[in-house]
């Protein structure tokens, strides 16, 4: 895979570092909401185990027989987990690593806007997504710890590639596909009323694949439309977060908009992400993949869990 990002051109390069940043994030997320729920699932279970909690042909399951479960499907990847968040933040200490929080924002800010991501987050989420980011950029500074880059270098790179570092006003939007004007005016009505806009799109919007995520379609831009009607960032510009549209004509159906957040143009200077595009050429240099585990020696890293050594 490295080889292979090897012989991109630098700019392609950078957005498959970003995607994959973006794709390693995303996935730490699921499993930590994923580990979050059993967690606190745990904390209720443990107060009384022996409860049963179903039956089947009158043959009960034990809450215990549920943890045990748990713990055989997803133990072992929880922990090591936890255990690799633990030695990022221990080595990053040890070698005076900052990630400042501008840093995580721009990063965060770039993942929604050039990716068009779903991040419809609750707060909680949202701070835990930016946790996750500052671990990612600190084990990348871990890794590039020892390679030099000349500041020229670093400076041609961003002369060269402003445009990356360019984000247009972007709009996160939801939407709402119905194929006539009348069905339109009814979801108008039913939003006046109080109804709740991705319940809606769930249940009326015929883009079965918008629907299914409450109407929602991510952050828009008039550089990254994808395959939605221009027509949608003229009409995002003229609302609130938190508004609705009035219905928009399409070709063959109506569409109604919701804006959940707008973010302002910004162009980021050399000043701004100079260390950003460091990292990034650094990055090339490495040959071996990224891996926490490879930490695990020099902190002292205790692996008891089933008497078993990770992968």
Not at 55 to 82: A, F, H, M, N
Not at 89 to 105: H, L
Not at 250 to 259: F, G, P, S
Request: proline share 2%; aromatic share 8%.
């Amino acid at each position: 895979m490295l080889h292979y990002i090897k012989r991109l051109s630098k700019q392609t390069l950078w957005y498959c570092v970003i995607g994959l940043i973006v794709i390693n994030i995303i996935t730490i997320v699921i499993t930590t909401n994923k580990a979050n729920g059993k967690s606190q699932e745990v904390v209720s279970l443990v107060q009384s185990v022996d409860d049963v909690i179903a039956e089947v042909d009158e043959t009960p399951i034990t809450k215990l027989e549920l943890l045990t479960e748990l713990e055989k499907r997803y133990g072992s990847e929880v922990l090591q987990e936890l255990v690799n968040r633990k030695v990022v933040n221990v080595m990053a200490n040890k070698y005076n690593i900052i990630i400042s929080d501008e840093e995580v924002d721009r990063e965060w800010k770039l993942i929604k806007t050039i990716y068009q991501h779903n991040t419809n987050f609750s707060s909680n989420s949202v701070e835990e997504m930016k946790e996750h980011i500052r671990t990612s950029l600190q084990l990348e500074e871990l890794l590039v710890k020892d390679v030099t880059i000349p500041e020229d270098e670093v400076q041609k790179f961003y002369e060269q590639n402003k445009v990356l570092y360019n984000i247009p006003e972007s709009y996160h939007l939801s939407q709402i596909i119905v194929n006539d004007k009348e069905t339109a005016e009814q979801v108008m009505k039913e939003l006046k009323e109080g109804s709740s806009f991705s319940a809606l799109a769930m249940e009326k919007s015929i883009d079965d694949l918008s629907a299914n995520q409450g109407g929602d379609i991510g952050y828009l831009s008039s550089q990254h439309i994808g395959n939605y009607p221009e027509i949608y960032i003229k009409e995002a510009s003229k609302l609130k977060s938190g508004k609705w549209s009035s219905p928009i004509q399409l070709e063959d159906a109506y569409a109604i908009i919701y804006l959940h957040e707008k973010i302002g143009a910004t162009n980021f200077s050399y000043e701004d992400v100079k260390y950003q595009v460091r990292r990034m050429l650094a990055l090339e240099q490495i040959e071996e993949p990224v891996r926490v585990e490879m930490f695990w020696n020099e902190v002292g890293v205790d692996w008891l869990y089933d008497n078993e050594e990770t992968n």
